[in-house]
């Protein structure tokens, strides 16, 4: 008998910002987000904590990795709003950490608001901050000014 996979999210191309590197990595954002709740769901305590507390690491380190490349990206193209997607993604880092060390030390922590907040947390972060530069990357290419960049039609 196979376990049922229930997701949480699924990846749509309405969440696509028009970079493939980009939407590579928020598909993998989604899916390390739906492993986290699937963690979630395990009526035996010690698997869930054990699971949710792997894959909180791991969601943690790609974040960190992603967040490096979208800034990179965005240095490349002298993104005009660069200094507050970087201060987006130090708020969000600081809230992983600070959930994470919360789950580790017992304190008050419900795992399944925490997906949830990442959820919604990575969501609107792609369908306002990321599109906003993914368009500014994309005009730049229409100009023919797309620094190697593969983006846009």
């Known amino acids: 008998m196979s376990k049922e996979v ?3 999210v699924e990846w749509d191309d309405k969440y696509s910002v028009g970079i493939p590197l980009i939407d590579e990595h928020h598909k993998t954002l989604i899916r390390l ?4 709740y699937q963690g979630c ?16 690491r791991g969601v943690l380190d790609y974040v960190k990795y992603h967040f ?3 800034e990179r990206i965005m240095e490349i193209v002298n ?3 660069l200094a507050e997607h970087k201060k987006e993604h130090e708020d969000f880092i600081i809230t992983m950490v ?3 060390k919360n789950f580790q030390e017992k304190k008050k922590f419900v795992p399944n608001n925490f997906v949830r907040f990442l959820k919604d947390w990575v969501l609107s972060h792609i369908a306002i901050a990321d ?11 229409r100009q023919g000014k797309g620094l190697g960049i593969n983006a846009g039609p």
């Open 6 to 8: 229930v997701t949480l």
């Open 131 to 141: 599109t906003d530069y993914a368009k500014y990357i994309i005009e730049l290419k």
């Open 41 to 56: 769901l395990s009526r035996d305590n010690t698997v869930r904590n054990i699971s949710f507390n792997n894959t909180i």
């Open 79 to 81: 993104y005009p709003h």
């Open 98 to 100: 600070e959930n994470a």
């Open 33 to 36: 987000t739906n492993e986290l």
């Open 68 to 70: 490096s490349t979208e």
